[in-house]
């Protein structure tokens, strides 16, 4: 199983990017694709979730109104639209895939079975 993150980069204070994780070699019929996020010296937060059987959706309180989560199973690729950045999102942003049941405490990293390798997002002005 490959997850590819892509999409990082610096963006102003109140500027938008949009992050994509790509998935390959798996084939599991449903699943969880977690999209976390880990700042210097802090512990790895989950940000948003997206189940691929009925799209349903998480996401942390942190970024509630400004990030949207969205896939596109045709392309086993999962986004996050992240506006309104803020200098506080600054983190490496990880993409993860798990079984169905990660969605019950999505926000646990010990949930997801493989990662992919994180994209650097750096809000600055």
């Known amino acids: 199983v490959q997850l590819q993150a892509s999409g990082g980069g610096l963006v102003q204070p109140g500027g938008s990017l949009r992050l994509s994780c790509a998935a390959s070699?798996?084939?599991?019929?449903?699943?969880?694709i977690g999209w976390f996020r880990q700042a210097p010296g802090e512990e790895r937060e989950g940000v948003s979730c997206?189940?691929?059987?009925?799209?349903?959706?998480h996401y942390a309180d942190s970024v509630k109104g400004r990030f949207t989560i969205s896939r596109d199973n045709a392309k086993n690729t999962v986004y996050l639209q992240m506006n309104s950045l803020k200098p506080e999102d600054t983190a490496v942003y990880y993409c993860?895939?798990?079984?169905?049941?990660?969605?019950?405490?999505?926000?646990?990293?010990?949930?997801?079975?493989?990662w992919g390798q994180g994209t650097l997002v750096t809000v600055s002005s």
């Open positions: 997206i189940s691929s059987s009925d799209s349903s959706t």
């Open positions: 070699g798996f084939t599991l019929p449903y699943y969880v």
């Open positions: 993860a895939i798990g079984p169905p049941w990660a969605m019950e405490k999505w926000q646990v990293p010990s949930g997801y079975d493989y």
